[in-house]
């Protein structure tokens, strides 16, 4: 009795659900379509292309500018070069003899030298820490990542004074030194503090962003493996390595662009002949600022680099900007 | 089980192991240079670490390249164009050069107060004494102790201008203030335009130049005494004295009619890079401006109206007279300049600070070719200088009658400083002058 009063709802119950969520996906779709619609008609498109414009006038004048004259970037706009087009590559040349204890082109093998390492190394200890903290059981475990969060909003800024003075002086408890020191003060030709500076700042965000990752695989994967006897080292090298790579490229293109046009952390923990391209942008101007008109073309030889990495991995880049988004 | 755990192991002995060969490698680069007890780098090399940078800095090389060959040392330069504000965080952080070089006394004096600095070596004093007048000396000593030597210096208050447009006008270089401000009357009647630029953008310094037009009209009229009270904080911003001087600036710098040539209005001074005004002097459409000897260096990428690169001389294109005084008396001349200070006592460190402070240095410095670096050194030969500005320069510095004084702003604590500039900044923007003394002075009472 009870079973037959029962049972006779449940299929209606079941269509009725079903027309519910056809609906619902209908709707959607239908919202979808629309916002597609919308955002791919002649109005949003026009809107589109000014933006772009718009956005890009002020690069292209720089651009400009890096060819035309010196005595004509001092007195006039780069746009009076239409009317009077009077370029020259001087500028350029005069860049790259440009001398500042290194030349510019030693400058730009510093940068690669500083800036390699400094992506490789945060990558490398963040993929192992966010892998723990997301499949690693462990006490403290949730205090610990609360703690290296935290640490992103600490200030560049504020750390630099500390980090210097444990370079330099190290760490002495009463009679017992824990940590020596590095003697690298002024010493040409050394990168070990600003790659050790560049990994430490970067840490907090990698680890935050390579854990959301790899925190949201497919628990099931995991399991499967688990089952079939892999140690957590293998785990990681065989299964969480492969299926992180966008998260890993993504980072790697941040880490390098930030690390690429930082000047703050070069300027406190390199000296001299170690100077990233930078450096010796800020001095192209010269102490009074009389050459000047050399930055626009030193700028574009800075960010010849940049747009290398940018355009080879940018398939990933979008995708990876939304690591870490999803996960509640 | 087992065999899976002594697996895991070696696993973790490996990483162990690689990790521990990663701090080994770093480890590696510290002992490959071996560097002293005191803090600096091996015997033979010296590091100066300063503001210099780009031209100046390879001119500052070649300076002393030859002697340091010479004698067996390495001198390694680093310039960095954020030297005023990177050099306190070095200084904490211990991270220290042999040698910097400072280029204002007030942050050589707060470098001293952390007591990283170290005393000059005798030779290195005896050297600054018969070197330098006691003014110079002055900036370097700290209680009866000195602790650096003057370097090179430069000289403010020049007014910049074309002899060929003042023939024209039948103008000659004015002999007072006075007429400075009714020549530039005449020359607006005639034209109908400006005929004074200034430019007072300087990114994170904006305001500068202004600061030293000032300080360069209260030592010309309220004298020598008051000025150094006024850079102790004992003459206030406030006091009849200092705004006198402001009034005489704003006969100038706040009539609408007389600046800013080739720019704009009154506020057009602000938005103005205070190394642009070279442009508009070389073309004519700027008359006068006032600035240091340094402006020379911008005039090699200017045009003049004929198209061609101005000539620096009396008989050239563009040239300078010093600013007149608004009283007559001894001539006094602000300037800047920079000093070393040692931060070991090395004998190569204490060895190139006796160097720096003698007088080959400084004949070295100003003969390196196209250097725009004179020195108030007495041992300079100015006849050796080929520039003819930066040899009236030389003269001038070296004169006994002279009166020299470093710019106030320099001279001040840094936060008096940055609100001085501000000051400056906001009183062109149109705030009233009382308000923007006041504010200027307030910020005495944040100096410490």
Redesign the interface.
């Known amino acids: 009795m009870s079973a037959t009063t029962d049972d006779l709802p449940q299929p209606i119950a079941h269509r009725s659900e079903r027309a519910r969520e056809r609906a619902i996906r209908k709707a959607e779709n239908a919202s979808l379509s629309d916002t597609k619609r919308r955002l791919s008609s002649t109005g949003a498109t026009i809107a589109a292309v000014v933006i772009a414009v718009i956005w890009t006038v002020p690069t292209f004048g720089l651009f400009i500018t890096s060819f035309r004259q010196p005595a004509d970037i001092n007195t006039s706009g780069w746009w009076t070069f239409l009317s009077n087009p009077d370029l020259t590559l001087s500028n350029y040349t005069n860049t790259l003899q440009f001398t500042d204890t290194i030349t510019v082109a030693q400058s730009f093998v510093n940068s690669l030298v500083i800036v390699i390492p400094a992506t490789i190394f945060p990558i490398a200890l963040a993929l192992l820490a966010a892998y723990a903290f997301a499949w690693v059981n462990f006490r403290g475990k949730n205090i610990l990542f609360i703690a290296v969060f935290s640490l992103q909003v600490v200030p560049i800024q504020v750390a630099l004074v500390p980090l210097l003075s444990l370079f330099s002086n190290g760490v002495t408890i009463g009679n017992w030194a824990v940590f020596p020191g590095l003697n690298l003060n002024g010493v040409e030709g050394s990168f070990a503090r600003i790659w050790i500076a560049h990994t430490i700042f970067a840490l907090p965000l990698a680890i935050f962003l390579l854990h959301n990752f790899i925190a949201a695989l497919p628990n099931d994967i995991m399991e499967a493996a688990r089952i079939d006897g892999a140690s957590h080292g293998q785990t990681f090298f065989r299964i969480v390595l492969p299926l992180a790579r966008p998260a890993i490229a993504s980072f790697a293109i941040l880490q390098f662009l930030w690390v690429w046009n930082d000047l703050l952390v070069a300027t406190i923990f390199t000296s001299g002949s170690n100077f990233p391209i930078t450096k010796l942008l800020t001095d192209l101007a010269g102490t009074y600022g009389q050459t000047w008109y050399l930055l626009s073309a030193g700028t574009f030889l800075a960010i010849i680099v940049p747009l290398i990495v940018f355009f080879a991995l940018q398939r990933y880049f979008v995708r990876g900007l939304l690591a870490g988004a999803t996960k509640g | 089980m087992t065999s899976?755990s002594v697996?895991?192991r070696r696993?973790i002995l490996t990483a162990i192991a690689i990790t521990g060969a990663g701090a080994l490698a770093?480890a590696g680069?510290?002992t490959?240079?071996?560097?002293s007890s005191s803090?600096?780098?091996g015997s033979n090399t010296v590091?100066i670490?300063g503001?210099?940078?780009?031209?100046?800095?390879?001119e500052l090389?070649a300076s002393w390249d030859t002697w340091a060959k010479d004698n067996g040392i390495t001198i390694?330069?680093?310039?960095?164009?954020?030297f005023t504000s990177?050099i306190a965080?070095?200084i904490?952080?211990?991270?220290?050069?042999?040698i910097g070089m400072f280029p204002q006394p007030g942050l050589l004096a707060a470098a001293i107060g952390t007591g990283k600095v170290v005393k000059v070596s005798s030779d290195t004093e005896n050297n600054v004494k018969n070197n330098f007048s006691s003014d110079w000396q002055g900036y370097v000593t700290s209680n009866g102790d000195m602790y650096g030597t003057p370097l090179d210096a430069s000289v403010k208050g020049y007014i910049w201008y074309t002899p060929a447009d003042f023939q024209k006008w039948g103008l000659t270089v004015p002999a007072s203030y006075s007429d400075l401000v009714s020549d530039i009357g005449k020359v607006q009647a005639t034209t109908g335009a400006a005929p004074f630029c200034a430019g007072f953008n300087?990114g994170t310094s904006s305001g500068w130049p202004g600061a030293d037009f000032l300080a360069e009209l209260v030592l010309s009229s309220a004298g020598a005494d008051t000025y150094d009270a006024w850079v102790k904080g004992d003459t206030k911003f406030t006091d009849p004295a200092i705004d006198q001087a402001f009034t005489l600036l704003g006969q100038i710098l706040q009539n609408p009619q007389y600046v800013n040539a080739g720019f704009g209005d009154v506020p057009s001074i602000n938005s103005t890079?205070?190394?642009?005004v070279?442009?508009k002097i070389a073309?004519g459409s700027c008359a006068m401006t006032n600035q240091a000897t340094?402006?020379e260096?911008?005039f090699?990428?200017?045009?003049t109206a004929a198209g061609a690169?101005p000539k620096v001389g009396s008989t050239g294109d563009v040239w300078a007279f010093p600013l007149p005084p608004v009283s007559s008396g001894k001539s006094a001349v602000v300037g800047g300049g920079d000093f070393a200070a040692a931060f070991n006592s090395n004998d190569a460190t204490q060895k190139v600070m006796a160097y720096l402070s003698s007088a080959d240095w400084a004949n070295s410095l100003i003969t390196v070719q196209n250097a725009s670096f004179i020195s108030a050194n007495k041992g300079v030969d100015a006849t050796k200088e080929t520039d003819p500005l930066l040899q009236s320069a030389i003269k001038t510095l070296q004169s006994p009658d002279t009166v020299f004084r470093f710019g106030a702003d320099d001279a001040m604590p840094t936060v008096v400083e940055n609100a001085f500039w501000k000051g400056i900044v906001d009183w062109t923007n149109g705030m009233p002058q009382a308000q923007a003394e006041a504010e200027i002075q307030a910020a005495w009472a944040n100096a410490g």
């Open positions: 899976h697996f895991n696993r770093l680069c510290t490959a240079n071996p560097s803090g600096g780098t590091t670490y503001p210099d940078t780009g031209t100046e800095a390879t090389s390694n330069y680093t310039g960095d164009g954020n990177n965080t070095k904490q952080g211990n991270d220290l050069p042999d300087s890079a205070f190394a642009d070279a442009a073309d340094f402006l260096a911008n090699s990428t200017t045009k690169t």
